[in-house]
């Protein structure tokens, strides 16, 4: 077992309507050895309940970070991983809750990695699922699917504490040091640079965006780009930025 | 998933004090597809604070089979796994909790099993814990084990489930059935394309192209791109590409 390799995780509740739900969620990662609580813009909080259901996991709410926004939950972190109750109409790359508690424990030597969990009755929006590099959707009863927020939440810090080693099984692996992988604040410093390009060059209508940009993210999320990869993607639109700028301001004719 | 499979696991509480740690457990077990559950001597039950919680389970709750003995829940079972929180002063055969559930499942042709939870302060006695064959110990923080009861259940139940093959093996990497893998041809036609972009860019200079391709192929294979994604990325080439024949071939000044 390596504790350590539990402090770079991020539980984030995005919503959260049930104060009850908070304290419960503390409760069960306190329980699995994880300490780190973001709640981004909860409906009620702090809340006696919450207090109540942390039963001895006071700690873990007093220590939580309350956000405005998901992109500040999940600033810095080199994998987002949203959890999802339902099937989507537009496949986001899945993975199972076993691969992403491996995948997450595997950051460690990278920087955070984020779960993210959202709102009790409507879980995550379009938009905030597009911050997200995996979806993961725990098994259950596909009769009766109804799964309690803090539940998944026991079930997923369940299973990074197995794939941390809790069970006495092997240690993760690890990937090139030299080359970390890129934070989501530099993903989406590329995808806004990606996506003025795009308008740029006329490809993208702003008008009438369709999917686009949703379906760019997917194949570069699920890719985990490194660092210097993304410094050639974004160099790459660098080049192609001075070639439509010198298109619209051409260069006076010689004399 | 064989849902059969999970038809012979019995979920025994024995001695429950809260009523609403029945519901809760009943829900808990319904999420994941079990239904057999029994109750040793609970405290109160049925109670409302039980059906609240079961929130939809209300069905496991109405078949719960009440006894006055561990034996009369235990009856006919080949297979007994009682759960401990607390290392016993007398070593009982002990399985992991992802052991306990294989074999639980593959008792199916036997007879059932039964997983044994005790009373949410003082567990076990040792009289029950004789009729167990095996414990099992849920990891948790050794500094705070302190798990919910239903918590627990909900663990075993979702290892059952995963045992019983609830995660549908590994997840495709392309989920979508419309939208198959790109072939190998189609991947060369791209990067030919995304090299002649390049080089009009300014970007790879074909006399020093140091690795920058091959990078790029690392990343664009290591994505496993789909047909419908190569097209996108094809179309934003030759969008740059109407742009760089513009360039090089400006239109005549109009009159």
Redesign the interface.
Known sequence: MNPQALRGIRIVLVGTTHPGNIGATA??M????LTRLFLVRPKVFPHAEASARA???DDVLAAATVCHTLDEAIHNCTLVVGTSARPRS??W???????TARHCIDQGSHGDAALVFGREKAGLSNEELDRCHFLTR????PE?????LA?SV??LS?EL??AAG??GGAPPECTDPDDPLATSAELEHFYAHLQST?IG???LDPHNPRH?MR??RR??H??R?TH??LN?LR??LT??GR??D??RH?PPPSP
Chains 1, 2 share one sequence.
Do not use: T, W
């Open positions: 409760r069960a306190k329980n699995m050895g039963s001895g996991a537009i496949a790359p899945n993975l199972g809750i076993r691969e725990i098994p259950c009863n009766f699917s109804s799964l309690n539940a026991q079930l369940y504490r197995m809790g069970d795009l060059l006329g490809f686009l379906r760019l194949l570069y699920r890719v780009l210097r990869e050639i160099g790459m080049a192609c070639h439509l010198a298109g051409p």
